[in-house]
């Protein structure tokens, strides 16, 4: 453990070698050190060399023998603050963390993921473990018979064909990986938004494409039984829908499922025109909200789904609205969903043009998660690009979105409410989620109103009033090659 000398100074970092806790169980124990008496700000995380950069970013001087194995403990104290009382901090939400129950009647737990599924019948399997570690649980899950939901993000393509491959050949399926959001059986798993069961069945290369699926037919009163995710690659080139058949072909023989909808970020063409004659094979009707240039945005594509369904469309809520631009040309669009910024750099190329200088940020991309918690859970990343995107003249709106969710954070519009009244820039705001989610929609809504941004339900709305406020301080560019 390097510990170096602090005695002429408020900032505190010091290595721990060879310890290892998860990002979201690092996370927790950062926020409990903030709430030390005397702790101006705190981060304990993993060495990885993004979290080195937040780090360096944050005024903390990472010493340079750091790896990927060493936990960093960086503190800055008020004054009058203690380092001791700040490290005990952190030695305490350490083990708080860890602590297992003392019962004499505890049961060992598995040392394997065989042998744990063999004894519950019918389980599914979820893998959440660092990627380069997730093959091998997930292999062990395919072995016991069992179908596995890899919520492990930064997995190699070829260790995702194995697992397809594999899990193909014994009918088994493989959610994932990077499968942030399913409902199996009516059961919300990940991200998943809370909706009643009903006659829709989702199959989504896309989590959040999913939620907002989900969010939209939940206002629309249609319900959905089934959303079987299946990793953000699986209608690429290299894993040519392997998932998605099984996914579709499980939906197909459910009797409760009278639609199937697929979704996913922009597919590679050959493969999506592959699952289109799938489709065509089964007996269920399908319907696809696959993004792509001149494709559907994804309220289109439930609206169309609504339509097919003889179901009335509601009109999409808009609450507050956004301020006029004063200044700057650009679009800074700020996203914790993938596909949510997929989409809106989509809509924004068809209207603005693709090399004007518009910048769309997912923050949940794999670039941005090794060694942290997802954007959905630890909002800090975005958080100080938000505060770049402010102070940026060229900035003239800013675009967000919250998601809401199962396992999201539990309060995300107030956390932000504070940071968005503070800009003096347009603001406008997707919150995908139902009235059934934990954080509660209506009280998100109602905290990002107040703060000053103008809230739409749907994201493909958001993102053109977006550009419309953009237009509206350079009504003369249109699209460019």
């Given at each position: 453990m390097s510990r170096p000398d602090t005695s002429a100074?408020?900032?505190?970092?010091?290595?721990?070698?060879?310890?290892?806790?998860?990002s979201v169980t690092l996370l927790q124990v950062s926020r409990a050190v903030q709430g030390v008496d005397g702790v101006a700000a705190a981060q304990v995380a993993m060495a990885t060399g993004l979290n080195i950069e937040v780090l360096t970013e944050m005024g903390f001087e990472v010493p340079p023998t750091a790896t990927a194995n060493d936990m960093v403990v960086a503190i800055r104290l008020a004054e009058g603050g203690s380092l001791e009382a700040a490290l005990a901090g952190v030695d305490r939400a350490l083990a708080d963390a860890n602590r297992r129950s003392d019962s004499t009647a505890e049961v060992a737990p598995h040392r394997t993921t065989a042998t744990a599924a063999r004894d519950a019948a019918d389980a599914l399997v979820l893998v959440s473990v660092p990627g380069a570690s997730a093959l091998v649980e997930a292999m062990d899950a395919l072995d016991?018979?069992?179908?596995?939901?890899?919520?492990?993000?930064?997995?190699?393509?070829?260790?995702?064909?194995?697992?397809k491959r594999t899990a193909a050949e014994r009918g088994l399926l493989v959610m994932g990986p990077d499968c942030g959001t399913a409902v199996v059986g009516g059961l919300g798993l990940g991200f998943a938004n809370a909706v009643d069961p009903g006659p829709v069945g989702i199959v989504a290369a896309s989590g959040t494409g999913c939620q907002q699926l989900l969010a939209l037919l939940d206002h629309a009163g249609v319900g959905v039984?089934?959303?079987?995710?299946?990793?953000?690659?699986?209608?690429?080139?290299?894993?040519?829908?392997?998932?998605?058949?099984?996914?579709?072909?499980?939906?197909?023989a459910d009797p409760a499922v009278e639609l199937i909808v697929v979704v996913s970020k922009p597919p590679a063409a050959d493969v999506a025109a592959e699952i289109r004659a799938y489709a065509d094979t089964l007996a269920t009707p399908v319907s696809f909200a696959l993004l792509g240039a001149g494709q559907p945005d994804l309220t289109d594509a439930a609206?169309?789904?609504?339509?097919?369904?003889?179901?009335?469309?509601?009109?999409?809520?808009?609450?507050?609205?956004?301020?006029?631009?004063?200044?700057?040309?650009?679009?800074?669009?700020?996203?914790?969903?993938?596909?949510?910024?997929?989409?809106?750099?989509?809509?924004?190329?068809?209207?603005?043009?693709t090399d004007a200088g518009h910048t769309f940020v997912d923050f949940g991309d794999d670039a941005y998660t090794a060694g942290r918690a997802h954007p959905m859970i630890d909002p800090t990343l975005r958080l100080d690009h938000l505060a770049k995107a402010a102070a940026d003249p060229d900035t003239a709106v800013i675009l967000l979105d919250v998601v809401l969710g199962h396992g999201a954070e539990p309060d995300p519009g107030t956390a932000l409410a504070p940071v968005l009244a503070a800009i003096d820039k347009p603001l406008v705001v997707a919150v995908i989620g139902t009235d059934g989610d934990p954080q509660g929609l209506e009280t998100q809504v109602r905290a990002l109103v107040g703060a000053g941004a103008e809230v739409h339900m749907s994201n493909a709305r958001a993102t053109r009033r977006a550009i419309e406020l953009v237009q509206s301080v350079q009504p003369s560019q249109g699209a460019s090659a």
């Open positions: 100074s408020t900032t505190h970092v010091e290595l721990r070698s060879g310890a290892y806790a998860d016991a018979g069992r179908d596995v939901m890899v919520f492990s993000d930064n997995v190699s393509v070829e260790d995702e064909l194995a697992l039984t089934s959303a079987l995710g299946v990793g953000g690659r699986d209608l690429s080139s290299e894993v040519r829908g392997l998932a998605t058949r099984e996914a579709m072909r499980r939906l197909d609206e169309a789904v609504l339509a097919r369904m003889g179901r009335e469309v509601p009109t999409w809520p808009v609450c507050g609205e956004a301020a006029a631009p004063t200044g700057g040309t650009l679009l800074r669009g700020l996203f914790v969903g993938g596909t949510l910024a997929s989409e809106a750099k989509l809509l924004a190329a068809a209207a603005l043009g």
